[in-house]
């Protein structure tokens, strides 16, 4: 297989370049979202071969970052959905939570985050911790920018009761 890719201005990139660059990311949306270190690998690995199958188009970085945000979050969403999971596994809360990484933000703040429904803590990830708009997040997770505001106010709320509580 070739090791390089083009990009709009025909430039070739190198695989390892753009792996360097968004796996930690990829990673730590997919940790987020599965909260399984081994179903994160396997999304990482499920977005860059796709990656290096389609070889697409992009009309800059941040075009490309939304591309790979985008399609790990449908790998999740599959993963999370499959047939093999619903029986594995009864509800979000029964999950283990992920334990940050090097490069997380670490911290009661950021525990208190993982602790929130998948949809809360993907919306609360993308926009604090990736700086996305609340369009951007909707466009990404295939969700209405209401329901985006809804899901940052709502895990708002649940972060300052949990947070309130662990102060007193």
């Known amino acids: ?13 190198s ?14 949306i997919a940790l987020l979202r599965t909260c399984s270190a081994a179903d994160a690998e396997d999304v990482v690995q499920e977005v860059f071969l ?3 199958r389609s070889a697409p188009a992009f009309a800059g970085e941040e075009h490309r970052k939304a591309w790979f945000i985008r ?6 969403k599959s993963l999370l959905g499959s047939a093999w999971k619903r029986r594995t596994v009864l509800t979000d809360e029964s999950l283990p939570l992920p334990q940050p990484l090097s490069s ?30 609340v ?7 295939g969700a209405k920018e209401t329901t985006v ?17 662990e102060i007193i």
């Open 104 to 133: 997380t933000p670490e911290g009661e703040v950021y525990q208190a985050v993982l602790s929130l429904p998948v949809k809360y803590r993907t919306a609360v990830h993308l926009y604090y911790y990736e700086g996305y708009k």
């Open 71 to 76: 399609v790990t979050v449908n790998r999740t």
């Open 1 to 13: 297989m070739n090791n390089t890719t083009h990009n709009t201005t025909g430039k070739q990139e």
């Open 15 to 28: 695989i390892d370049k753009v792996y360097n660059t968004y796996s930690d990311m990829v990673y730590r």
């Open 50 to 52: 796709r990656y290096l």
């Open 149 to 165: 505001k809804t899901w940052l106010m709502r895990a708002r709320d649940i972060l300052r009761q949990r947070l309130k509580e």
């Open 135 to 141: 369009s951007e997040i909707a466009r990404l997770t």
